[in-house]
């Protein structure tokens, strides 16, 4: 089993709509979760950072993390045709120390 | 991409002959990081560094050395590249918490 398990999708859905993406994970140590967006051809960029469990919001994009299902989720408002990317969530013990990724669900929205 | 540049950007190379990709940053990070990238298997990490000679090994480091002689210098070797390492690398840098990556090098081992 992978410590971090994550739907590869594809998922498309229409602009405007709120996308849901989400991760499990296995190791109890883990503190930090990250979501990163990677275009094609391009770096993974981070989007949200979190530290243990509850929620953390910026403009669109809402991370959630409930250590005691051990899942993490990405909550994008209305979301817009340049939000279609792969998303990688990660998570690790220390925040500076090895990250430990899912393999990405790839996003299209749909204008 | 946060100050960080990898060199080549694109390599195509035989099996057997050793392989040196570059990622400098200017961000004067301590923590630096190699990746690859591959499909169904997301980024794995293949060594990392804590510090100018101090480095440890990640989930795939067999086939791989790394070397920090410089804060901004982190060179990741192949010293005899396989097909099996045919990949996208990526480096990534962080100084307390968050890991910033470069824009990766795609590597082809025929």
């Known amino acids: 089993q992978k410590e971090v398990e994550q739907d590869p999708g594809p998922l498309s859905v229409p602009e405007g709509a709120i996308v849901s993406l989400n991760c499990t994970y296995s190791?109890?140590?883990?503190?930090?979760f990250m979501w990163y967006r990677q275009y094609s051809r391009k770096g993974p960029e981070l989007l949200m950072y979190?530290?243990?469990?509850g929620n953390k919001e910026d403009g669109r994009f809402t991370a959630q993390v409930d250590k005691s299902s051990k899942y993490i989720s990405l909550f994008i408002r209305d979301s817009q045709p340049s939000d279609s990317a792969t998303y990688l969530c990660?998570?690790?013990?220390?925040?500076?120390?090895?990250?430990?990724f899912g393999t990405g669900t790839r996003l299209t929205i749909i204008p | 991409d946060a100050g960080i540049t990898q060199s080549p950007r694109h390599k195509v190379t035989e099996t057997g002959t050793p392989v040196t990709l570059r990622c400098h940053q200017t961000?004067?990070?301590?923590?630096m990081y190699w990746y690859r990238q591959d499909p169904g298997h997301g980024l794995r990490l293949i060594h990392y560094?804590?510090?100018?000679?101090?480095?440890d090994k990640g989930e795939v480091s067999d086939g791989y050395s790394v070397s920090r002689s410089k804060t901004e210098d982190f060179l990741l070797t192949l010293e005899s590249a396989t097909s099996s390492q045919t990949s996208v690398y990526f480096c990534?840098?962080?100084?307390?918490?968050?890991?910033?990556f470069g824009p990766g090098t795609r590597l082809t081992v025929t």
């Open positions: 990534a840098i962080s100084d307390y918490d968050e890991q910033y």
């Open positions: 190791n109890s140590a883990f503190q930090y």
């Open positions: 979190t530290y243990s469990s």
């Open positions: 990660a998570g690790s013990n220390f925040g500076n120390e090895k990250l430990t």
């Open positions: 961000e004067n990070h301590r923590y």
């Open positions: 560094s804590y510090g100018v000679k101090d480095t």
